[in-house]
């Protein structure tokens, strides 16, 4: 029960300076919440309050069944917009078909993490490569930011790739309603300076740190207030501001998906790529995060975790949810020491939705959108482009074609891109493992590759490392690598194959090894193997291979070399 239920390890030592840390961390926690939340059920195409209503349950929950201690789970910008696009093709914004649609993809979302994590298939995740996820984040960035944009302008504007959205743009400014570009413009400086410029400037006041802290965290909040009093004293709904409007003022609503087969069949594909990348987004936030703590998280109890959110989320009206970086970040820093935090900010959501819901009607659009401009902002990091471009071609072409492929034809074929493209550049690579041919360094017992260090090799031996596991992949390769050096020295009596770096032999590979040594026998070689790993030797010994061998199989280089070179002078 523990395993699968670690509150019940926390809970046993939970103590007062837990409880104490937990709550103010919760109560900085809600305060930035309160209008993130209602950003991203923006940028998802629903109603303000399913932001609220998707941050409460989901939280409680993932608290009871997660293994990170400071991991906050709700809505995020990347998850809200793959919603978005997902459901778009479906249903119409605004209508109750869309709403349905939205919590049915949490539905599939979380069932499938929920069956990942029983069957602990976690790693499943690692085919996502880390620089295509940075270059799915950064192209989803620019597109969530390009999205927003039509609210700061106050005009329409639809799309869901950075061609269709710019076109749209473009054609919609000669509508641009000024008095909401001032806001939103206003709105987005004084965000962006909140980030760097509050927290000295409130230092330099007098403010204690945690004050200062406290007060640069909240700067959404005076964003919100400052807009919403803007257009309540001056009227501006009159004026073509678009506001938030009514919105309920009520506790998480009970809902069902609809699992009628056409909708599944229709999401199911989304819900699966939603659940992969938004898994992958918050496992990294939060070992990052144990990290500094040493403490341990179970990628598998996450998925489990994640999955509960997600089906919690689906039953209370909301939308996919995952473990966020910029709240969980400020969950961290602000103190807490436990889940128990997600918990007490669930509660501060809630009477959020029953008591502070109607002071948001006159809250502008415009100053969510620079909500989530702002935040996504962070999440663009081309400099990804430079890093790989210096340090692996294969990996800078994946990223690039990720970005490009997910700016030009949308978040669901690049996430799937990247995928494919994660799976393509390891096999590339593994298809053509680097190959060393090697000679021993004079007076030790150390053989390094001959290209980079002054090695003594003998005329009649060829010694060739490998550096890869062999696979149906790459021993084609390693057959023709062999075969064309053996070609070039017609002195050769034996060829000796390094495997220190070999950890795995298929049987294709084995299938390759014997046709070399059937080969290089037909022409007077010697085949040899050494520093054969203890693994793959036991392999090795189930079908007598070493009965079939030309040569030997020798436990070091170094007695391989020392044997030969003797046998070789013994005959000359």
Known sequence: MHRYLPILTWGKTYSRTAFSNDMVAALIVTIMLIPQSLAYALLAGLPPEAGLYASILPIILYAIFGTSRALAVGPVAVVSLMTAASIGAIAETGTAGYAIAALTLAFLSGGFLLLMGIFRLGFLANFLSHPVISGFITASGVLIAASQLKYIFGISAQGHT????????????????????????????????????????????????????????????????LTTVAVFALNLKDKGVAIVGEVPQSLPPFTLPDISPDLLSALIGPAILISVIGFVESISVAQTLAAKKRQRIDPNQELIGLGAANLGAAFTGGFPVTGGFSRSVVNYDAGAETPAAGIFTAMGLAVAALALTPLIFFLPKATLA??????????????????????????????????VITLGAGVEIGVSSGVVLSI?????????????????????????????????????????????????????????????????????????????????????????????????????????????????????????????????????????????????????
């Not at 030309?550 to 005959?571: D, K, V």
Request: glycine share 4%; hydrophobic share 50%.
């Open 162 to 225: 950075l061609p269709e959205l710019a076109n749209s743009l473009f054609n919609g400014l000669p509508q641009t309603n000024f008095i909401t570009l001032t806001l939103g413009v206003l709105a987005t400086a004084f965000l962006f300076w909140v980030r760097k410029g509050l927290k000295p400037l409130l230092l330099k006041a007098g403010l204690s740190a945690t004050g200062a802290e406290f007060g640069a965290k909240a700067g959404p909040v005076f964003a919100v207030a």
């Open 424 to 572: 393509l550049v390891h096999l590339f690579k593994s298809s053509r493992p680097h190959m060393a041919i090697v000679g021993q360094v004079p007076n030790t017992e150390h053989f390094r590759n001959i290209l980079r260090h002054d090695v003594e090799i003998h005329p009649e031996i060829l010694t060739l490392r490998v550096d890869e596991s062999l696979y149906f992949a790459n021993a084609r390769f390693l057959e023709d690598q062999i075969y064309d050096l053996a070609a070039q020295r017609p002195d050769l009596k034996h060829v000796i194959l390094l495997c220190s770096a070999v950890n795995a032999i298929d049987m294709s590979a084995l299938h390759s090894l014997e046709a070399i040594n059937e080969r290089l026998a037909a022409s007077g070689v010697t085949f040899h193997l050494s520093e054969v790993k203890g693994p793959v030797m036991d392999r090795l010994l189930r079908i007598d291979f070493q009965k079939k061998l030309s040569g030997q199989i020798f436990l070091s280089q170094h007695q391989a070399i020392t044997t030969l070179t003797l046998r070789t002078a013994e005959m000359g």
């Open 370 to 403: 620079a909500t989530i401009i702002v935040a996504v902002m962070s999440l663009v990091d081309f400099s990804i482009l430079k890093k790989t471009w210096a340090y692996s071609k294969a990996d800078f072409a994946a990223v690039l074609t990720t970005i």
